[in-house]
């Protein structure tokens, strides 16, 4: 608390003496000038705030194009296997269902040939 005491007796002091130098001509163009170096200050930390997060902003739209454009190659990769899937799957029943009529053409042929 007496931390705290000590810290607004400071900003206290600190605003009255503020307010007698800027009574004076001479103090006041001391703190005119004071409040312009402040001003360039602040204007080049916002240019440089502002250059980095055009930056940042940059990369995050590459990064989204390079995601999206990846999101749709593992779309169309899909999809392809997907169709190679479906064939080779219509390939085997079709096999199956040839070798099955074969089976029992050969039974019916064996199944003649015993009765005869």
Excluded: C
């Excluded at 990769?77 to 089976?103: E, I, P």
């Amino acid at each position: 608390m007496k931390t705290f005491v000590w810290f607004v007796l400071g900003i206290a002091g600190g605003l009255v003496a503020a307010h007698l130098l800027n009574r004076d001509p001479r103090g006041h163009e001391l703190l005119a000038e004071v409040d312009a170096r402040i001003n360039e200050f602040t204007d080049r930390i916002g240019d440089a705030y502002r250059d980095q997060e055009a930056r940042l902003g940059d990369f995050v739209d590459a990064a989204k194009g390079a995601a999206g454009d990846v999101a749709s190659a593992t779309k169309d990769a899909a999809s392809d296997a997907l169709g190679a899937a479906k064939d080779a799957a219509s390939g085997v029943a079709s096999a199956t269902k040839d070798a099955a009529s074969d089976v029992a053409s050969a039974a019916k042929d064996a199944a003649a040939k015993l009765t005869d």
